[in-house]
């Protein structure tokens, strides 16, 4: 067992722990401390950066099915509301933490500095435990298939194949690469004109359907509670399996923490990027949900759609015009598509401090950072490559790749409730040692962290549950057996190689 120390000065925490030594008698530890990254984002590139990667009225339309399957309009409108309140709660509790120790690691330094006991094992089961990996499914998932779906608009004798997703996969995920490898310096500009065309995208496409659709009564918006239609009778289960449509537009708050050792003065950045980022993207989301349902025709055409897409069908039935269409889905897709630069930026940050901290195998390997390009090419490299062998899941099936995206919704408020549990039990047990940041909460920190840890956990517990029932092998959701696997997995690489190996998050905060 290794003899640890952690020191709390004036918001800042060094921990110290033996090194090892390689062949060249040079310090591992010390070689990986010293892959560090350039600080060039400043408050407006950082909350761009997190109001983008959100996407969360674009994720909205392109999740409208689970809604409309289970529970109807009135389980959309209320399950965003129930969503902005949860994920407000999360963000404003990472971000005290984040305001003490803005680093990429964010969660698993967390839980390594709070946890009450085993902190080297749990800090480690949680960098397992990420999902960010298969969130970056997401983006490119949505994007593929809506052009897929476009063409079966345009063109109705299309007979669609899985691996054309998957192909379209690929060419929407291939310039997010080469920017983030090639480009990088040219990311800050690109989070700031994307944050403007996510927010200028949205009232234009709401004016669309208003002045063009036909209206809704009030009654169908905020009372029509459908049920029955996906096999589910319990209302509120039925509610609650339709939550997923508007989890994962608000999922994911912790994006732009990842990025806190390439902002300027990431201590009081980070945190408002964060809480106004939600805020932001949690009004959007609401104001296209609320317009888009006043303003839909044909429950039955929406939700049958050949295209795939409820919000296609939505869009050709307010406008008249398969022109038109394309021109509004072209406006959800492309604040989407530059989500996924965020994305991958983001995830190959996270899991570059995992390797920086001896946590991955061959962390040597993954920790460089390119001197040329100054990323972490070869995290960078890892992750694509994990997205490009995900996608290969939805040639087998459609089922077990929406069984991907609903672990990685799950696995991120897994990793959200294991600091928020281990902070509120540091204020009932040791509250002087929780150290104080540029962003407090005061005394509603308690209150809000207990909201937070309701709602995750009431998320957790309803992510896994099938979309339909009966459940067969093909509608089965297997985000939990997938989570299962991940843990049993980290379980294993901790008695074979992380208990000789880790010895919990190595890096020095500084001031910034």
């Given at each position: 067992?290794?003899?640890?120390?952690?020191?709390?000065?004036?918001?800042?925490?060094?921990r110290s722990t033996p090194a090892e030594v390689n062949a060249q008698g040079n310090s591992s530890a010390d070689y990986r401390q010293r892959q560090q990254l350039e600080r060039y984002l400043n408050?407006?590139?950082?909350?761009?950066?997190?109001?983008?990667?959100?996407?969360?009225?674009?994720?909205?339309?392109?999740?409208?099915?689970?809604?409309?399957?289970?529970?109807?309009?009135?389980?959309?409108?209320?399950?965003?509301?129930?969503?902005?309140?949860?994920?407000?709660?999360?963000?404003?509790?990472?971000?005290?933490?984040?305001?003490?120790?803005?680093?990429?690691?964010?969660?698993?330094?967390?839980?390594?500095?709070?946890?009450?006991?085993?902190?080297?094992?749990?800090?480690?089961?949680?960098?397992?435990?990420?999902?960010?990996?298969?969130?970056?499914?997401?983006?490119?998932?949505?994007?593929?298939?809506?052009?897929?779906?476009?063409?079966?608009?345009?063109?109705?004798?299309?007979?669609?194949?899985?691996?054309?997703?998957?192909?379209?996969?690929?060419?929407?995920?291939?310039?997010?690469?080469?920017?983030?490898?090639?480009?990088?310096?040219?990311?800050?500009?690109?989070?700031?004109?994307?944050?403007?065309?996510?927010?200028?995208?949205?009232?234009?496409?709401?004016?669309?359907?208003?002045?063009?659709?036909?209206?809704?009564?009030?009654?169908?918006?905020?009372?029509?509670?459908?049920?029955?239609?996906?096999?589910?009778?319990?209302?509120?289960?039925?509610?609650?399996?339709?939550?997923?449509?508007?989890?994962?537009?608000?999922?994911?708050?912790?994006?732009?923490?990842?990025?806190?050792?390439?902002?300027?003065?990431?201590?009081?950045?980070?945190?408002?990027?964060?809480?106004?980022?939600?805020?932001?993207?949690?009004?959007?989301?609401?104001?296209?949900?609320?317009?888009?349902?006043?303003?839909?025709?044909?429950?039955?055409?929406?939700?049958?759609?050949?295209?795939?897409?409820?919000?296609?069908?939505?869009?050709?039935?307010?406008?008249?015009?398969?022109?038109?269409?394309?021109?509004?889905?072209?406006?959800?897709?492309?604040?989407?598509?530059?989500?996924?630069?965020?994305?991958?930026?983001?995830?190959?940050?996270?899991?570059?401090?995992?390797?920086?901290?001896?946590?991955?195998?061959?962390?040597?390997?993954?920790?460089k950072v390119d001197p040329r390009y100054k990323i972490p090419i070869r995290a960078l490299f890892l992750v694509a490559s994990c997205v490009i062998a995900l996608s290969f899941i939805q040639i087998?099936?459609?089922?077990?790749?929406?069984?991907?995206?609903?672990?990685?919704?799950?696995?991120?408020?897994?990793?959200?409730?294991?600091?928020?549990?281990?902070?509120?039990?540091?204020?009932?047990?040791?509250?002087?040692?929780?150290?104080?940041?540029?962003?407090?909460?005061?005394?509603?920190?308690?209150?809000?962290?207990?909201?937070?840890?309701?709602?995750?956990?009431?998320?957790?517990?309803?992510?896994?549950?099938?979309?339909?029932?009966?459940?067969?092998?093909?509608?089965?959701?297997?985000?939990?057996?997938?989570?299962?696997?991940?843990?049993?997995?980290?379980?294993?690489?901790?008695?074979?190689?992380?208990?000789?190996?880790?010895?919990?998050?190595?890096?020095?905060?500084?001031?910034?």
């Open positions: 067992m290794y003899d640890e120390e952690v020191e709390m000065k004036s918001g800042s925490a060094v408050f407006f590139s950082s909350l761009a950066f997190s109001a983008t990667l959100l996407a969360s009225w674009e994720a909205t339309g392109g999740g409208l099915l689970a809604g409309l399957a289970n529970g109807g309009p009135a389980a959309i409108v209320y399950g965003i509301i129930i969503s902005a309140v949860g994920n407000l709660a999360i963000a404003s509790s990472l971000a005290e933490l984040a305001s003490v120790h803005p680093t990429a690691g964010a969660q698993y330094h967390w839980s390594y500095v709070l946890a009450p006991c085993y902190p080297r094992f749990l800090s480690f089961f949680q960098g397992w435990v990420f999902s960010w990996a298969a969130l970056v499914c997401i983006s490119p998932y949505f994007i593929g298939t809506e052009i897929e779906g476009m063409v079966v608009l345009g063109h109705p004798e299309y007979e669609s194949k899985r691996w054309h997703g998957t192909l379209l996969m690929w060419a929407v995920v291939l310039i997010p690469i080469v920017i983030n490898i090639f480009a990088r310096r040219v990311l800050a500009v690109i989070e700031v004109v994307a944050g403007i065309m996510h927010v200028v995208f949205l009232p234009v496409t709401i004016a669309t359907f208003v002045i063009l659709a036909p209206r809704n009564p009030d009654a169908f918006v905020w009372d029509n509670f459908v049920s029955g239609l996906s096999g589910w009778q319990n209302p509120g289960v039925v509610f609650s399996v339709g939550l997923l449509g508007v989890l994962t537009p608000l999922s994911g708050v912790d994006g732009v923490i990842h990025m806190s050792e390439e902002v300027k003065n990431a201590k009081t950045v980070i945190p408002r990027s964060m809480i106004w980022g939600t805020l932001i993207n949690a009004i959007m989301a609401f104001g296209y949900a609320i317009a888009t349902l006043y303003c839909m025709g044909s429950y039955e055409e929406a939700l049958l759609s050949p295209t795939g897409y409820p919000i296609i069908q939505i869009a050709y039935q307010a406008t008249g015009s398969k022109t038109a269409t394309y021109i509004l889905m072209a406006m959800g897709m492309l604040p989407g598509w530059v989500a996924l630069f965020n994305g991958l930026a983001s995830v190959t940050r996270l899991t570059w401090a995992f390797a920086r901290d001896n946590g991955l195998p061959f962390s040597d390997f993954f920790v087998g099936s459609t089922a077990a790749f929406n069984a991907i995206l609903s672990l990685s919704t799950m696995g991120l408020y897994i990793s959200y409730l294991l600091p928020l549990v281990f902070l509120v039990l540091k204020r009932f047990t040791a509250p002087d040692e929780i150290p104080q940041g540029s962003f407090t909460m005061g005394k509603w920190g308690l209150s809000v962290n207990l909201v937070a840890i309701l709602f995750a956990t009431y998320f957790v517990i309803f992510l896994p549950f099938p979309a339909e029932v009966p459940v067969t092998a093909e509608n089965m959701n297997y985000a939990g057996p997938v989570l299962g696997f991940v843990m049993l997995f980290a379980c294993g690489d901790w008695v074979v190689r992380g208990r000789h190996k880790w010895a919990g998050p190595t890096m020095k905060y500084s001031r910034e």
